[in-house]
């Protein structure tokens, strides 16, 4: 063979370009799809010998290998969600530990911080995780959920600032047409009393008019009468027809 055959062959690593790492490796030490990778190329001794070596620091909690700060945790865990495994798709305990502990760090971290320490950037990395994980048949709908509700909660506490001001704005304007309002029904008012005014005056005035109007005629009746009267004997002897 030829000193090139002899040389011993350096397997590519894989390696995913950085916009298609799962999000676990922005905030974890490993990626979920390493994982899957890990656990297929790995059997038997090469398993059990990682489990022996990671459980020097790691406590046992119902069969899973944790970090000993995680053990309170763990175990309320599994009290109150059981085996989220169960149809998991990972199989080795081992790496069913490290997402096991995956999980519960996410707890931790949704107990140590509230809604005005978490960062949206945390949140998206901690839903992609969950993401990961459901994809793998882990049974965490619930902590997805939770998530998605608390990065609602937490976008809309980064818009409060420009709500503040919309609703200050928006009160401003209530003042302002209030007040307009306000100058609007005192004119309307003020010139419905002076329209009552007129009407009152109105209606005097056609009385009086038609009182004048009666007067008048009465006294343009008794006029013609006496004209009629006078005219008799105005161009005439006052004896005339008596003899």
Known sequence: MSSHSDAPTKSKSFECPPEQKPLAVLEYPFSLFSLNRTEMDNEGDEVNSVGQSSSLDTVEVEGYQVRPELESIVRKFIIKHGDVFENCTVSTMIFRSMLLEMICDIISDLQDKNL???????????????????DMKVNIEWLQLRLEEILE???????????????????????????????????????????????DKE??????????????????????DATSKVRQFANCSLANGLL
């Open 203 to 224: 209606t005097a005035c056609k009385e009086s008019l038609a009182r004048a109007e009666d007067e008048y005629a009465k006294i343009s009746q008794t006029f013609t």
């Open 153 to 199: 909660a937490r976008q809309i506490l980064n818009q409060s600032s420009m709500l503040k001001e919309k609703k200050h704005i928006s009160k401003k304007i209530i003042e302002t047409v209030k007040r307009e309002l306000e100058e609007c029904v005192e004119e309307k008012n003020a010139v419905a009393a002076k329209f009552q005014i007129l009407c």
């Open 116 to 134: 005005y320490e978490i960062t949206e950037n945390k949140l998206h990395r901690m839903i992609g995780l969950a993401n990961d994980m459901k």
